[in-house]
């Protein structure tokens, strides 16, 4: 009896996950729009042009004005372009390009060390590809320092390379060929990935001109009950300054909604819980033994 390695048919693979992607998105969204008609859906670019309307760029051409008397902004985020030398032009890729590439290359290079990292180099490891992360400090490093170093077992058992506090100085594309120079070192790899977290789709809004308060990179600051500093204007999701997680804007989204309609629904997330699809898993909840120990509180 002899066993071999298991080989990947990646068009097929990506077709399916593809498929599956657009059921969701059918049957969660489109539909639920499509059915109701108090609702009007608007393809186009909108901004602000006072605390009651919405100037639309409409992608058919043409512009449109839109009066509201409450508005939820929910934009979402992209992936964060660090300022890398050599960087800009070069063929990398986000978590988008990643889960929609036909092909499994065969070094690739990863530069973050998050979840979203995490979960992207496992999944190419196991598909094929020979992995290597530079992490500019630790895996998993704003949470307890146990999961990384665990997380970072795990690769190194199943031949991922990480390099932890290793800066990335430089980036070059030549001959179809990565090649990065890093404290570590020169690496080389045939694809780069882009892991190092999002910034918020806001900056097209005009939020200062109507006097909407933002933080960090531009996202829109809320309070428990997902307002924003313009009373009748509310946010949810990634664009805001709250963690970007799907269960997150879920929970603000329902919550902002029923604020909009007269409601004083709250989103507490003292013990907001996290997961990470790593093989294992990650889950945390509550506040960290760091955490903790900053509060007075002893661990156990």
């Known amino acids: 009896i002899s066993a071999g390695a298991p080989?990947?048919?990646?068009?097929?693979?990506?077709?399916?996950?593809?498929?599956?992607?657009?059921?969701?998105?059918?049957?969660?969204?489109?539909?639920?729009i499509e059915s109701n008609p108090n609702i009007t859906l608007l393809h186009g670019e909108a901004s602000f042009t006072s605390a009651n309307t919405l100037n639309v760029e409409l992608a058919d051409d043409g512009t449109r004005s839109v009066a509201f008397d409450r508005a939820l902004i929910a934009t979402g985020a992209r992936p964060a372009i660090p300022p890398i030398p050599g960087l800009d032009g070069t063929p990398y890729w986000t978590s988008t390009e990643a889960l929609v590439s036909e092909a499994i290359p065969s070094r690739m290079l990863v530069i973050g060390s998050s979840v979203v990292a995490a979960e992207l180099?496992?999944?190419?490891?196991r598909l094929g590809s020979q992995v290597t992360v530079i992490a500019r400090s630790t895996l998993f490093s704003r949470e307890d320092s146990s999961i990384g170093e665990t997380l970072g077992q795990v690769f190194a058992d199943e031949g991922i390379r990480v390099l932890q506090q290793t800066q990335t100085h430089a980036v070059a594309y030549i001959d179809e060929e990565f090649v990065i120079e890093t404290s570590a070192g020169t690496l080389n790899g045939d694809a780069l990935l882009i892991a190092t977290g999002r910034t918020p789709n806001t900056e097209a809004l005009n939020l200062a001109g109507i006097g909407v308060r933002t933080g960090k990179g531009g996202a829109v600051a809320v309070n428990e009950h997902l307002q924003t500093s313009v009373p009748n204007i509310f946010a949810a999701g990634d664009c805001t300054d709250q963690p970007q997680f799907v269960y997150v804007a879920a929970a603000a989204g329902s919550r902002a909604a029923q604020?909009?309609?007269?409601?004083?629904?709250?989103?507490?997330?003292?013990?907001?819980?996290?997961?990470?699809?790593?093989?294992?898993?990650i889950a945390t909840v509550g506040m960290s033994e760091t955490e903790a120990h900053f509060a007075g509180a002893e661990t156990d």
């Open 7 to 32: 080989q990947i048919n990646r068009r097929l693979l990506l077709a399916q996950q593809q498929a599956r992607v657009e059921g969701l998105r059918a049957a969660k969204y489109e539909a639920i």
């Open 121 to 125: 180099v496992q999944a190419y490891s």
């Open 259 to 281: 604020n909009m309609t007269g409601g004083k629904a709250t989103l507490d997330l003292r013990t907001m819980p996290t997961g990470g699809f790593t093989d294992p898993q």
